[in-house]
């Protein structure tokens, strides 16, 4: 259960940073694009200014021939000059221009509405994102806790302090029978000794019941201890 929740914690901070990831790079985008849009209002605002002044150019030009004119007839022809004529070239292309960059920063106008847009989204999705992982962190904060009530509640259940005297008790059981078989293995020592003592001739019964019986007593006293 403890590895499906740092499972979950991880998937959520995972999803959670490549949300800030694509938040940011949408930033940049829109960034990137409002710099671009503002260079091409500049743009368009400088043609514009050209245009104008071209074609203010051109009417006095054409004005001016025109009062020329006059004065020459009224059935007199005049023929544009080259200047005129360059000008008014300048001023077509300086208009053409101006559309094509009217055209470009409508597009750039739209594209950056739809970015704005899903900038949003992004921004509502993000924020979204970290109220659900800050709920799911905190719902796996309180999974802990109770897993780990859980753990101390059957630690107790199991016996807790109990089993340490279980083992404390066996602990010292083992050392009893440890110096039970001591004792015996110097109660037979002291057989052998009493015995070799008399040459190896046979034990009366007397003694050899009152020898027999203390060490059956002295055996049965140790058992008894344990």
């Known amino acids: 259960m403890e590895r499906k929740l740092e499972e979950t914690e991880k998937t959520y901070k995972d999803r959670l940073h490549q949300m800030e990831e694509d938040y940011q790079i949408a930033v940049h985008y829109v960034k990137g694009t409002e710099k671009m849009m503002r260079k091409m209002r500049d743009e368009l605002t400088k043609q514009k200014n050209t245009n104008s002044q071209l074609q203010a150019e051109l009417d006095n030009r054409t004005g001016g021939k025109s009062s020329s004119a ?8 005049t023929t544009p000059s080259a200047e005129e004529e360059g000008l008014r070239v300048q001023l077509v292309d300086s208009q053409r221009q101006t559309q094509r960059a009217q055209g470009e920063n409508k597009e750039l106008r739209a594209r950056l509405d739809i970015l704005e847009k899903d900038l949003d989204n992004l921004r509502e999705s993000l924020v979204s994102s970290q109220r659900e992982s800050h709920d799911r962190l905190m719902q796996i904060e309180d999974l802990q806790q109770d897993i780990e009530r859980l753990q101390a ?7 807790g302090h109990d089993e340490t005297i279980l083992e404390k008790l066996s602990s010292e059981n083992t050392t009893l029978r440890r110096d039970n078989e001591q004792l015996s293995h110097k109660i037979g020592l002291l057989l052998e000794v009493d015995q070799s003592a008399y040459g190896r001739r046979p034990i009366s019964g007397v003694s050899g019941r009152r020898m027999t019986g203390n060490g059956n007593w002295q055996i049965r006293w140790v058992t008894v201890g344990l």
């Open 70 to 77: 006059s004065s020459r007839g009224v059935n007199g022809r």
């Open 153 to 159: 509640s059957l630690v107790v259940a199991r016996g």
